[in-house]
């Protein structure tokens, strides 16, 4: 089957997107490893400042479970699609 320039050109912007895809799904998963990392507190660390170190990391964590979840869901939603395409 002789390919045309649209399929090669669509083929291209497939792979580019499968890389920003999967660029942002390590991207998310690093925020939650980073959010999920222990802090300590420091002998003469201001109070207010580690508290604030502190809300910092439960914003990364939750942020990155939430990027965790979505594309656990998308993956689960396109794997189904594909299913249900393949009975018809």
Known sequence: MK??????????LAH???TIDKS??????????????KLKKQKN???YLFGLKKGGKHTLAFLGTLGDA??????DLKTR???????K
């Open 81 to 87: 699609e594909n299913q249900e395409g393949l009975l």
């Open 24 to 37: 942002i799904e390590w991207g998310f998963h690093s925020l939650r490893k980073a959010g999920e990392s």
């Open 70 to 75: 979505f594309y656990e869901k998308y993956d």
């Open 16 to 18: 580019v997107q499968h």
């Open 45 to 47: 660390e201001n109070k």
């Open 3 to 12: 390919q045309t320039l649209a399929s090669h050109i669509g083929c291209g």
